[in-house]
């Protein structure tokens, strides 16, 4: 079974300075990787998706993400952050080879908090 | 666009009573998921629907049921809350069962049992 690990539960960072929340995954077979949102009180929202192709993946909101296979990561950046992108984000990967969404895993999420 | 709704917004149950979480998506999805978030855990699958008709179980299923309504709805019973259950409930709607299909969330149902 897939695991994701999101090395930071907690990433404080002021206004209009660059952040990278880091995910890793387990496995090093094909996977397809998610970016999720989650803001407060309400549910989680696609950020961004690498299902193949470029390595460099771009999502909404000025965030953007690199595949890197060797490595088993999946990080997302933003280059200058707003207190709007205050949020919990979620990892998450699934297995091609399942043809099936419920074999989705989550990470444990990082809360981004942007400090005036 | 309603996207997927989820009734109740928040529940207080003791333990022992039952209850049944409501979603329903209109977007004409195929698939639909429960999951439930517990802090520094993630999202955990509950149950799953493929397509109308069809329910599966996910990684947590002890203590709860579904039922596929129709193409639009997917309720989450469960039939005697335990503290355990304590939890933001999250239903999920996606185009089709696929690994690669995003998924689109309703705002949750935030269950206390005491």
């Known amino acids: 079974a897939q695991s994701v690990t999101q090395l930071d539960s907690q990433v404080p960072v002021f206004e209009e300075a660059p952040v990278e929340l880091r995910c890793n995954y387990s496995?090093?077979?094909?996977?397809?990787l998610f970016w999720y949102v989650q803001y407060p009180n309400q549910g989680l929202q696609l950020l961004l998706k690498y299902l193949s192709g470029s390595t460099l993946v771009k999502g909404i909101n000025g965030f953007e993400a690199e595949f890197n296979k060797s490595q088993t990561s999946f990080h997302l950046r933003k280059p200058s952050v707003h207190i709007s992108d205050t949020a919990e984000y979620f990892c998450a990967v699934s297995d091609p080879g399942s043809g099936s969404a419920r074999q989705l895993t989550f990470g444990s999420g990082t809360q981004l908090t942007v400090l005036p | 666009n309603a996207g997927v709704t989820q009734t109740p917004k928040f529940q207080v149950l003791k333990t022992g009573q039952s209850m049944t979480l409501q979603c329903a998506q209109d977007?004409?999805?195929?698939?639909m998921y429960w999951y439930r978030q517990d802090p520094g855990m993630g999202l955990r699958l509950i149950y799953y629907s493929a397509s109308e008709g069809t329910t599966d179980k996910g990684e947590v299923p002890n203590g709860y049921n579904v039922s596929r309504l129709n193409k639009r709805e997917f309720s989450l019973r469960l039939e005697s809350a335990a503290p355990s259950q304590t939890s933001v409930y999250f239903c999920?709607?996606?185009?089709?069962?696929?690994?690669?299909?995003?998924?689109?969330f309703g705002n949750g149902t935030r269950l206390t049992v005491t």
């Open positions: 977007m004409n999805h195929n698939s």
């Open positions: 496995s090093s077979v094909s996977v397809y």
């Open positions: 999920a709607s996606s185009v089709q069962g696929s690994s690669n299909s995003p998924l689109h």
